[in-house]
């Protein structure tokens, strides 16, 4: 038997649940490792004191206090903000379904405002016709100058006409048909 083996069966040995097969090997290995010995009989020493101490006086309330405080552990369930964050409107994610719910209340919004204008616009019809009326009697001035001078443009010269015999060489031949 190992030291690892060993102190695997200390506790059986003191409480005598190991096999004689076992119980054997393990005496063997206590009377010639000197560390098992000594953590043998630490262990011994150790059991026996504990059987000396004196048990410990609680008050009477003091089973029923420590199960509700278990309970009120146990019960409390996540905080506000862990439950706000754990909130999946929609499916979306937080932040998200914020976003798409500002931008449905917007477009409510918007929509509300439109269709609640029932009013016509004022419309001051006597200052209109004053103002027309000063229109029709000034002259219309355009702003575009007509040229006085007819020079050529680009489109008054026509290359098609004229022959350029470097142009007939660039033509498009067909192949495998009459030229």
Not at 16 to 38: M, P, S, W, Y
Request: charged fraction near 20%; proline fraction near 5%; charge should be negative.
């Amino acid at each position: 038997m190992n030291c690892y083996d060993f102190e695997l069966n200390i506790s059986a040995y003191i409480e005598g649940e190991l096999k004689q097969a076992v119980r054997e090997n393990f005496i063997n290995h206590k009377e010639t490792c000197d560390n098992c010995f000594e953590k043998l009989s630490d262990i011994s020493k150790l059991m026996e004191n504990m059987l000396n101490i004196s048990n410990v006086k609680t008050s009477s309330q003091f089973d029923q206090v420590l199960r509700e405080r278990i309970l009120e552990i146990d019960n409390k369930g996540p905080s506000v903000w862990q439950r706000l964050l754990l909130f999946k409107p929609l499916g979306f994610e937080p932040i998200p379904a914020l976003g798409f719910a500002m931008a449905f209340v917007m477009v409510i919004g918007a929509s509300f405002l439109l269709l609640n204008q029932d009013g016509l616009p004022n419309v001051d019809f006597e200052k209109l016709s004053t103002q027309s009326q000063q229109k029709t009697t000034n002259q219309f001035k355009p702003s575009v100058i007509t040229p006085t001078k007819n020079l050529p443009s680009m489109a008054d010269s026509d290359t098609s006409g004229k022959s350029n015999p470097k142009h007939l060489e660039n033509r498009i031949q067909l192949v495998g048909g009459n030229k």
